[in-house]
C-alpha cells in the first residue's frame, strides 16, 4: 500500500542504527572487534590514553607558555584525557576486584 506525501526510503534523514554499546567515549572505540584478545584490547586502550595524556600535557605547556590560541579546545582536551584516565582506573578496579572474587572461591 503506499501513501502518497510519506517516503521512508533514504531521502528521509533516517539511517542505519548503530550496534549497541558502539559509543564514542573520549575518543576511545568502544565499537572495536570482539574477536582480538583481551590483552591487545587494553593495549590498544591504554595506548590512546597515554596518547591523550601526552596531547593534553602539550597543551598546557603551551597554555602556561602563552602559545596557546584556543583555550577552550585546552580545556576539552584536559577534560577528555580525565575522563578517559578514570575510565582506566574503573576497568582496573573491576579486574581487580574480580581476581580477588575468584581468588577466594572454594574449591
Not at 38 to 46: I, R
Not at 84 to 98: N, P, Q, T
Amino acid at each position: 500500500m503506499q501513501i502518497p506525501g510519506i517516503n521512508a526510503g533514504a531521502a528521509s534523514g533516517i539511517g542505519p542504527i548503530a550496534r549497541p554499546g558502539a559509543v564514542d567515549v573520549g575518543g576511545i572505540d568502544s565499537s572495536a572487534r570482539t574477536d582480538q584478545p583481551f590483552s591487545k584490547m587494553m593495549n590498544q586502550m591504554l595506548g590512546e590514553v597515554m596518547q591523550s595524556q601526552g596531547k593534553m600535557d602539550q597543551d598546557v605547556t603551551n597554555m602556561a607558555t602563552g602559545k596557546a590560541e584556543n583555550v577552550h579546545e585546552i580545556v576539552l582536551n584536559v577534560a577528555q584525557a580525565d575522563l578517559m584516565f578514570r575510565l582506566v582506573m574503573e576497568v582496573r578496579d573491576k579486574l581487580i576486584a574480580s581476581y580477588q572474587d575468584v581468588m577466594r572461591m572454594q574449591i
